[in-house]
């Protein structure tokens, strides 16, 4: 299993504990050659490269290098980090197409793009974590087994990049669906969402939560709560 992470993406927010760090997955990797392109983080570290840094994956093919930055300690490292933030130096008030293919600097601050983790999440099997802190350093996380971005959808987009994760682990962030809620420009949501399956539960604002331990949202209504707020 393939691991992305969110790694301390440091939100200075006035909320306390739900200021987000870091976002990210991680996966098992499969034998490979040296020679062919990484896929993500767990890749990278089986090359050898275990040192914590911006590296070029390539989710899309190999014309289309991107820059991440691999979390190679954190529970034993091969975090691929999807969200970064610690200082506030950019802003993700930002429109639907900054969200839908990245924006920032690997080397600071910065969103990776959903495409890109709809292509990561399309090809392996990849658990995520998510790490908090806030102003007095006070740090926790969550933890799914199993994460991924629309897996049977023709597009993606279409789809809402509905997102499906299962096997909670609380390490004192609660889960996605209790995270804090905030407002994003009417832009950065999508014209219309899909129905939410039977035998989820909604809440106002913050998309289906469904009542057992797994659970599907859109990132279109993620965006909505404390990971991607403007910092305080």
């Not at 802190?133 to 023709?154: C, G, L, R, W």
């Not at 994003?184 to 289906?208: C, S």
Request: hydrophobic letters at 35%.
């Amino acid at each position: 299993m393939k691991a992305l992470l969110v790694l301390p993406l440091l939100l200075l927010l006035s909320a306390g504990p739900c200021a987000p760090q870091l976002l990210g997955i991680r996966g098992d990797a499969l034998e490979k050659s040296c020679l062919q392109l990484p896929l993500d983080c767990d890749d990278i570290y089986a090359q050898g490269y275990q040192a914590d840094g911006v590296y070029l994956i390539y989710p899309s093919g190999p014309s289309v290098p991107v820059p991440v930055f691999c979390d190679m300690t954190t529970e034993g490292g091969k975090w691929t980090v999807f969200q970064k933030r610690f200082n506030g130096s950019v802003s993700f008030f930002r429109g639907w197409n900054d969200y839908k293919l990245g924006f920032g600097r690997a080397d600071g601050e910065y969103w990776l793009g959903l495409q890109n983790m709809h292509l990561l999440t399309l090809k392996q099997k990849y658990e995520l974590r998510v790490d908090l802190e806030d102003f007095e350093n006070n740090t926790a996380f969550a933890k799914y087994a199993d994460f991924s971005i629309s897996p049977n959808a023709v597009s993606a987009e279409e789809d809402g990049y509905t997102l499906y994760v299962s096997g909670f682990e609380d390490g004192g962030a609660g889960t996605l669906c209790q995270l804090c809620p905030c407002s994003l420009p009417p832009e950065a949501m999508l014209p219309q969402r899909p129905k939410p399956p039977k035998g989820t539960t909604v809440q106002p604002g913050l998309g289906p939560c469904p009542e057992g331990h797994g659970a599907v949202s859109h990132f279109s209504q993620l965006l909505d709560r404390g990971l991607c707020r403007p910092s305080l």
